[in-house]
């Protein structure tokens, strides 16, 4: 009887895939674990204004989310939309798996500066921007005290690393956290520097690759530097286990996001501070956008459009804001609320003044190619396997070939 | 008598056994150790055995974080046994052929079976998630199961064939000269012997089940409900941070009822069976 | 109740349509499950495939691969990695299941307690197994310290050499308990009489593992280090959890570089090449290795 079965079925599955077609069912795909109560009340609300439309609001771990958008896609049974990074946007834009985003004007216009950048590809929005994030360096005011140097913002690379050689020579721990791991966020943390010092990755304007510049080797030169002051071995560690040794007072300093002060142990006393900016630029940082993002081939993509702007503004979207301890999105007072979360605290305020000369998450295609430019020619410096001079004229010509 | 060891030789046994235990049991000391700690201080240097923030409280947390925790615990133990047991149904008689018969394509067929090994189910996902959809089988306890068996069978032929091969030919032959049929020779006669075999391939699959639902799982299904205990886990982890204590504290309970299964079952694994069996 | 059995020429043919018999189920099962994905693969190998299609492009992938100088240096990396992960799993599990195999109190729960590593799902393993590693934080660096073999932490995962070797320590840690446990039914299978008969004719224990055990054990050897090679060779989150085959790909097998290229990227044709590549190097190396296997059980007399 199963033999039977399974051979007509095999037959009609010789004849092409049959995607089983329901009464309008919107498919959402989230991240996380339980879902997020400002989301629930947006399906409720949306469903309530259209009759006989349901939405599917699936939670998916973090870590396999993403994956799981990009396999249903791929697979020829899309989500109506789904919460992706939005760096993967470019390569679903390529490979026509998504609709371009409708962001009407005046949202456009509340949006923090650059943030758009992370969706825009030559002129088109792709994406809903939904999470947003910066990032500044924490120090350790304890172990400055301890090294003898007073605990204050350093302005330049050269201030830091006298600051970071006090904390190394005179204490137990580190000067500073150095992220070289195989792993996403040690491209980040680099950027952090680069973008500190002027430099490049993509022109936005043209699309050339511009990482083989003066100001890349700056920053690659001064990695080279931090290596003396920083954790053993920095290829082991990545970002989030530098949170770990910053927790147990093992390095005076580090990069991360504004979760960091919910994530560090309470007993430690620190100041957050704008990352310092080389001798090419000024204090910048990295701006990363999560997205929301519409899939074609739903059938119906107009419903898919609402449901992703309703979440991504007003309420909701300030909800996850201030839930998710993120930099703001918005700047919500030109949306008409008064008593933000971030007003009159100077902790957000770094996060929020290096917006303007931020720099985005590059917009590329082959995303992993980039970030194994990146992670070889950092590990390059921190192993010493090359100059810098190499390394950085070999990124750029990878680069090419990744674009 | 022959079992009789010096006292020396019992003191170098427990002392090797004892390394060879220390080496496979470090990782678990550590996660141990994990999920006792706070989650603000999960790492100290340099290394400390204890500390005063010491808690078993992660264990009573994991419940709250993960409500679905038990459930998850549930889902995988079913769904191993239920591919288990689908496997083996399929491997005895076949890896018994591949054992005693002769046929045509023999080799080769057997080399097709493990060449199926040599492809991992990541690469085949996206194929296999298409022939799913049109069975119907997403989103079900099936959508797990299934591949499961698929990729088990393989190993599953492979590994008994060779514990069938040892069972004395003499057996069965003095099985057929009585008249019996091929059939009741295999239940009667072979299966019996052969169960130190039955029982460690029987535990090789489940294992290899337990450890490959996880692909499986967040791929093809979709119901939380159904979900075994690896993709749970993955709920531990947040946006940017994850909470180790309480992720290991699960980790090492969801293994207490294999670990308990196979304490009741080892002793099945019992000394060779055909002492004095074949004597003319 | 005793039907009459066939004899003659008949009951070769009946052999083979009864073998064919217990093994259609199996078969049916695969084809159904797999060969269509197989298919598949095979098919977008010759593509460029990206994540929304793509066209076909002959064989140009498989030069590419043949071309790359980086891709020979990862099919070596990837057999010196299971000719050494597998050598010490079997050695471990020989030593091991002889072990677990004396008669002596306690060993009911020695055997339990081999299990761990095989049935804690990878992932959290491997977790454990970086934090093992960790020079600021891990036990080892740590102990090491305190006894004073090295003067400051270590990072195991930090170099080139130290995390290969890292992980092939902590693959080992994964396949040995499966390697032990089979081994010791395999030598739970060996028949007293043997043993005795030896025993009483004065032979030593070292004598009687030798000549008895090995050569008895032999097909589960055998067949044991064939599945474990398969397994070791296309091992992935061991070292995907623990360096993601870094740093500077001193970890990167086969299976990783597929991984990358495949889902990485999305590039589904240059992936599916390497998967075939992966697929026709074991295919030989299976080959080579069941010819052995032929010779040795003509050897050791297994019918």
């Known amino acids: ?403 | 008598m022959m079992d009789r060891y010096t006292k020396l030789q019992l003191v170098g046994i427990y002392a090797a056994i004892a390394v060879f235990l220390t080496f496979l049991l470090l990782p678990f000391f550590e996660m141990f150790m994990a999920s006792l700690r706070p989650l603000e201080h999960l790492f100290r240097s340099p290394y400390q055995f204890w500390s005063d923030d010491f808690s078993f409280q992660a264990y009573r947390d994991m419940w709250v974080t993960v409500p679905l925790l038990g459930r998850y615990i549930m889902n995988s133990i079913f769904i191993s046994v239920s591919v288990t047991v689908l496997t083996m149904i399929l491997v005895v008689p076949a890896a018994y052929a591949y054992a005693r018969l002769k046929f045509p394509f023999k080799s080769i067929s057997l080399g097709i079976f493990l060449g199926v090994n040599m492809f991992t189910g990541a690469v085949l996902l996206i194929p296999l998630y298409r022939v799913l959809g049109t069975m119907g089988l997403l989103n079900t306890y099936w959508a797990m199961i299934i591949p499961g068996v698929a990729f088990l069978i393989p190993t599953g032929i492979w590994l008994l064939r060779s514990y069938l091969e040892k069972i004395p030919v003499e057996l069965e032959e003095a099985a057929y000269v009585d008249g019996a049929s091929r059939m009741y020779t295999l239940r009667r006669v072979v299966l019996p012997l052969a169960v130190p075999g039955l029982i460690v391939v029987a535990t090789a699959v489940f294992i290899g089940a337990y450890a490959q639902q996880f692909l499986f799982a967040i791929t093809f299904n979709q119901t939380r409900e159904y979900q075994p205990l690896p993709a749970g886990l993955f709920e531990f982890i947040g946006y940017q941070t994850v909470t180790w204590n309480q992720m290991m504290a699960a980790a090492l309970t969801g293994v207490l009822p294999v670990m308990i299964i196979f304490l009741f079952l080892q002793k099945y694994l019992v000394a060779g069976l055909t002492a004095g069996a074949v004597k003319e | 109740m005793k039907p009459p059995r066939p004899s003659g020429p008949n009951r070769k043919l009946s052999q083979g349509a009864f073998a064919w018999l217990l093994i259609a189920p199996a078969t049916l099962f695969i084809l159904v499950i797999v060969a269509w994905p197989l298919a598949e693969t095979f098919r977008l190998s010759f593509t460029n495939t990206r994540l929304g299609g793509g066209e076909y492009v002959g064989f140009e992938n498989y030069i590419d691969l043949a071309e790359s100088r980086k891709f020979h240096a990862t099919i070596i990396r990837t057999f010196y990695w299971m000719f050494l992960s597998v050598s010490l799993k079997l050695v471990l599990g020989l030593i091991g299941a002889t072990l677990l195999n004396a008669a002596i109190p306690g060993r009911a729960l020695f055997r339990t307690l081999v299990m761990p590593p095989w049935v804690i799902p990878m992932a959290i393993g491997m977790i454990g197994w970086l934090w093992l590693y960790n020079g600021a934080f891990g036990v080892l660096s740590g102990a090491a310290q305190y006894v004073g073999i090295i003067d400051k932490a270590f990072e195991f995962l930090a170099y080139k050499k130290s995390a290969f070797y890292s992980a092939v320590v902590a693959d080992v840690w994964v396949g040995t308990p499966m390697v032990t446990l089979f081994f010791l039914a395999a030598m739970q299978g060996v028949s007293r009489d043997l043993y005795e008969a030896a025993w009483v004719d004065g032979a030593s224990r070292w004598y009687r593992f030798r000549r008895i055990t090995i050569p008895q054990i032999m097909p589960v050897i055998i067949s044991m280090s064939l599945l474990s090679a398969i397994f070791t060779f296309n091992s992935f989150e061991i070292i995907w959890i623990l360096t993601e085959g870094g740093p500077r790909g001193a970890t990167t097998t086969m299976i990783i570089d597929t991984y990358k290229v495949a889902i990485g990227n999305f590039k589904f044709g240059e992936g599916s090449a390497r998967t075939v590549v992966i697929v026709f190097l074991l295919g030989i190396f299976s080959l080579i290795y069941l010819f052995f296997l032929n010779k040795i059980n003509k050897r050791y007399g297994v019918k």
């Open chain 1, 1 to 403: 009887m199963k033999a039977l079965k399974t051979l007509t079925i095999g037959a009609a599955m010789l004849c092409g895939t049959a995607i089983s077609a329901q009464a309008e069912e919107l498919h959402f795909i989230m991240c996380g674990g339980e879902a997020f109560q400002a989301d629930l009340d947006v399906v409720k609300a949306f469903e309530a204004k259209h009759d006989g439309v349901t939405v599917n609001l699936e939670q998916v771990p973090w870590g396999t989310c993403q994956d799981k958008a990009l396999t249903l896609a791929a697979a020829g049974n899309p989500a109506s939309i789904a919460y992706m990074g939005s760096r993967t946007l470019r390569q679903l834009a390529a490979n026509d798996l998504i609709v371009p985003a409708q962001i009407n004007a005046d949202t456009r216009d509340a949006y923090q500066p650059g943030i758009l950048n992370t969706v825009t590809i030559s002129g088109t929005e792709w994406g809903y921007p939904r999470a947003f994030s910066t990032k500044s360096m924490f120090i350790n005011c304890d172990l400055a005290e301890q090294a003898g140097v007073a605990c204050e913002a350093p302005k330049t690379w050269d201030d830091m690393y006298a600051m970071a050689k006090a904390i190394n020579d005179n204490t137990d721990a580190a000067g500073v956290g150095l992220a070289g791991k195989d792993f996403d966020n040690t491209m980040h943390q680099f950027l952090n520097y680069l973008y500190s010092n002027g430099g490049t990755v993509i022109d936005t304007a043209t699309g050339e690759a511009k990482l083989d510049s003066k100001e890349t080797r700056e920053t690659l030169e001064f990695y080279g530097k931090l290596v003396d002051v920083a954790q053993e071995g920095p290829t082991a560690w990545e970002r989030s286990q530098l949170t770990e040794l910053y927790n147990d007072s093992k390095i005076g300093m580090y990069i991360n996001g504004p979760w960091g002060r919910g994530a560090h142990n309470e007993s430690i006393n620190e100041i957050t501070v704008p990352v310092p900016h080389g001798p090419s630029g000024t204090n910048g940082t990295l701006l990363i956008t999560d997205s929301i993002a519409v899939f074609k081939g739903t059938g119906h993509e107009d419903l898919a459009h609402e449901l992703a702007t309703m979440l991504t503004t007003g309420d909701s979207q300030y909800a996850l804001d201030t839930e998710w301890g993120l930099t703001p999105i918005f700047d919500y007072e030109k949306l008409g609320r008064s008593d933000t979360y971030y007003k009159d605290d100077a902790y957000w305020m770094t996060f929020i003044d290096a917006i303007p000369a931020g720099g985005p998450e590059p917009l590329v295609e082959d995303f992993k190619s980039l970030q194994s430019v990146f992670t070889n020619m950092i590990q390059g410096i921190i192993l010493k396997d090359d100059t810098v001079d190499n390394l950085v004229t070999i990124a750029g010509e990878e680069l090419d070939e990744a674009l």
